[in-house]
């Protein structure tokens, strides 16, 4: 088993040799229909939505916040500019009737500016900052609530300032102090550069406007973020979905291979990583389908040299060695097999015993390997007789046994005979100077009425044993009469 990385991937190697096949298994933390869920609060989907949207927020507020300064900014220099022009012309139409000391008319030209332009008031003092003449708005506070007019310095004069209101209510406004000088004077065709200072004009803007286009523009910003985030939801959520379903795709891919369908593919077609991932998941797919084809062959040849191995130790375990034909074990369950199904189909079975008369002489005499050539001999000579649903064993030292399944005991007698025929001819021919015979005994079912199998072969090992004791070299059917050995 092996586990890749920490992405709930893993992969499991699994199979049965009997069964011919090995598969690889992939489970999958996050799967569907039932199965585990990824949590939504984690899926991929919402964290990347979430993601997005944050970033398009952050750009929308920084960009509304960057505009809304410069807005603010552009309206308080704005507002600047325009007290500092007023002031300016203001200072300008006072000179001719400060410089004849007319102060009716300068009272007049501050009511009137002071009513006609957006002016809190308009307050003329002269170079000690007594005041001289002046008028407010009719909008506008009171002067006692304006800062106290008095020296200014040079490097402030025509600069607006920005001042609290003395009402104590946090209200502020822009004041900014011009001054009032005598017009330049001719000598001689040549205009003079020195001027007198007559004194100041003192005028004040209120800043509610600020506020109020703060106010408008804080509303503005406000409903175009909320557009704006609107649209980056729905927008995050499509570029995010186009993302996330080819991975979607990919995963449904890995839980078919994973349940063993090794022939399905990523149908994902792209050039960016999410299609590498797809074409690494379908090479490991190609590789896995190719190892699987490559191990189930293998199991299989395996299995069946297994199965051919077993069946020789099996047949090895089941013979004799020294004659080639089956053991007296592999006989009894094979007699006991056939036993069975002649009773349960009603038909005969028969059973031969043979032995080699006089072996021991012939061993005394020739040696025991001449006696192991003999019961090869009667070995061979059996088995060539035999039909292919016959059986051959080799019952003890110098005996031997046949069964014949659906055969009477006067069939197996004409065995018998060709057996002994054939042995008298293979003898003369391989081993002309001993003299060796065979004493048949022969049991059917239905001639000693066997009741089981082991009837059946003391049957015909009583017929063998009266074969003997009639001399030797004859054929003894059970249940007939003894009868001697062909010529």
Same mark, same amino acid.
């Given at each position: 088993?092996?586990?890749?990385?920490?992405?709930?991937?893993?992969?499991r190697?699994?199979?049965?040799?009997?069964e011919?096949?090995?598969?690889?298994?992939?489970?999958?933390?996050?799967?569907?229909?039932?199965?585990?869920?990824?949590?939504?609060?984690?899926?991929l989907?919402?964290?990347?939505?979430?993601?997005?949207?944050?970033?398009?927020?952050?750009?929308?507020?920084?960009?509304? #916040?960057?505009?809304?300064?410069? #807005?603010?900014?552009?309206?308080r220099?704005?507002?600047?500019?325009?007290?500092?022009?007023?002031?300016a012309?203001?200072a300008?139409?006072?000179?001719?009737?400060?410089?004849?000391?007319?102060f009716?008319?300068?009272?007049?030209?501050?009511?009137?500016v002071? &009513?006609?332009?957006p002016?809190?008031?308009?307050?003329?003092?002269?170079?000690d900052?007594?005041?001289?003449?002046?008028?407010?708005?009719?909008?506008?506070?009171?002067?006692?609530?304006?800062?106290?007019?008095?020296?200014?310095?040079?490097?402030?004069?025509?600069?607006?300032?920005?001042?609290?209101?003395?009402?104590?209510?946090?209200?502020?406004?822009?004041?900014v102090?011009?001054?009032?000088?005598?017009?330049p004077?001719?000598?001689a065709?040549v205009?003079?550069?020195e001027?007198?200072?007559?004194?100041?004009?003192?005028? =004040?803007k =209120?800043?509610?406007?600020?506020?109020?286009?703060?106010?408008?523009?804080?509303?503005?910003?406000?409903?175009?973020g909320?557009?704006?985030?609107?649209?980056?939801?729905?927008?995050?959520?499509?570029?995010?979905?186009?993302?996330?379903?080819?991975?979607?795709?990919?995963?449904?891919?890995m839980?078919?291979?994973?349940?063993?369908?090794?022939?399905?593919?990523?149908?994902?077609?792209?050039?960016?990583?999410?299609?590498?991932?797809?074409?690494a998941?379908?090479?490991?797919?190609?590789?896995?389908?190719?190892?699987?084809?490559?191990?189930?062959?293998?199991?299989?040849?395996?299995?069946?040299?297994?199965?051919?191995?077993?069946?020789?130790?099996?047949?090895?375990?089941?013979?004799?060695p020294?004659?080639?034909?089956?053991?007296?074990?592999?006989?009894?369950?094979?007699?006991?097999?056939?036993?069975?199904?002649?009773?349960?189909? &009603?038909?005969?079975?028969?059973?031969?015993?043979?032995?080699?008369?006089?072996?021991?002489?012939v &061993?005394?005499?020739?040696?025991?390997?001449?006696?192991?050539r003999?019961?090869?001999?009667?070995?061979? !000579?059996? !088995?060539g007789?035999?039909r292919?649903?016959?059986?051959?064993?080799?019952?003890?030292?110098?005996?031997?046994?046949?069964l014949?399944?659906?055969?009477?005991?006067?069939?197996?007698?004409?065995?018998?005979?060709?057996i002994?025929?054939?042995?008298?001819?293979?003898?003369?021919?391989?081993?002309?100077?001993?003299?060796?015979?065979?004493?048949?005994?022969?049991?059917?079912?239905?001639s000693?009425?066997?009741?089981d199998a082991?009837?059946l072969?003391?049957?015909?090992?009583?017929?063998?044993?009266?074969?003997?004791?009639?001399?030797? &070299?004859?054929?003894v059917?059970?249940?007939?009469?003894?009868r001697?050995a062909?010529?």
């Amino acid at each position: 088993m092996r586990t890749h990385g920490d992405q709930g991937i893993t992969l499991r190697t699994e199979g049965s040799m009997a069964e011919g096949s090995t598969y690889t298994s992939i489970e999958i933390a996050s799967e569907v229909d039932g199965r585990r869920l990824v949590p939504a609060m984690s899926s991929l989907q919402l964290r990347a939505t979430v993601l997005v949207v944050a970033l398009t927020l952050c750009v929308a507020g920084g960009v509304s #916040g960057y505009f809304l300064r410069s #807005g603010f900014d552009l309206v308080r220099q704005h507002d600047r500019d325009q007290l500092q022009q007023t002031a300016a012309m203001v200072a300008k139409n006072a000179a001719t009737p400060w410089a004849s000391g007319d102060f009716d008319a300068m009272k007049q030209l501050a009511r009137d500016v002071a &009513n006609g332009a957006p002016l809190l008031y308009v307050v003329f003092t002269d170079v000690d900052g007594i005041e001289l003449a002046a008028a407010r708005a009719r909008s506008g506070p009171p002067l006692s609530h304006a800062r106290h007019f008095g020296p200014i310095s040079l490097a402030a004069l025509g600069t607006p300032l920005m001042h609290k209101s003395a009402t104590g209510d946090g209200s502020l406004y822009l004041d900014v102090a011009y001054p009032v000088q005598t017009a330049p004077t001719k000598a001689a065709g040549v205009e003079s550069k020195e001027r007198e200072l007559l004194g100041y004009v003192w005028a =004040g803007k =209120g800043a509610d406007r600020w506020q109020q286009v703060m106010s408008s523009k804080l509303d503005l910003v406000v409903g175009v973020g909320t557009l704006v985030t609107s649209i980056a939801i729905v927008l995050a959520f499509l570029v995010v979905r186009r993302i996330i379903s080819p991975l979607e795709a990919l995963a449904d891919m890995m839980l078919q291979f994973s349940r063993g369908r090794l022939d399905v593919r990523s149908a994902v077609r792209r050039h960016d990583e999410i299609g590498q991932l797809s074409s690494a998941f379908n090479r490991m797919a190609d590789q896995h389908q190719q190892t699987h084809e490559r191990i189930v062959r293998l199991n299989s040849e395996l299995e069946r040299r297994v199965a051919a191995r077993t069946e020789q130790l099996r047949e090895l375990a089941a013979r004799d060695p020294l004659t080639g034909v089956y053991n007296r074990r592999h006989f009894a369950e094979m007699l006991e097999r056939s036993f069975s199904e002649a009773q349960r189909y &009603n038909h005969d079975v028969s059973c031969i015993m043979l032995d080699a008369d006089d072996f021991k002489a012939v &061993n005394d005499q020739f040696g025991h390997q001449t006696g192991d050539r003999l019961l090869i001999m009667i070995a061979e !000579t059996i !088995t060539g007789q035999l039909r292919t649903a016959d059986v051959a064993a080799r019952y003890g030292g110098d005996e031997f046994i046949a069964l014949l399944p659906q055969t009477d005991s006067s069939s197996a007698q004409v065995l018998a005979e060709r057996i002994k025929e054939a042995f008298a001819r293979t003898l003369n021919g391989d081993l002309p100077g001993i003299k060796a015979t065979l004493s048949v005994g022969i049991a059917s079912v239905r001639s000693v009425d066997a009741a089981d199998a082991e009837a059946l072969i003391r049957g015909a090992d009583r017929a063998m044993y009266q074969a003997k004791e009639m001399g030797k &070299n004859h054929i003894v059917v059970a249940g007939n009469a003894p009868r001697p050995a062909s010529a």
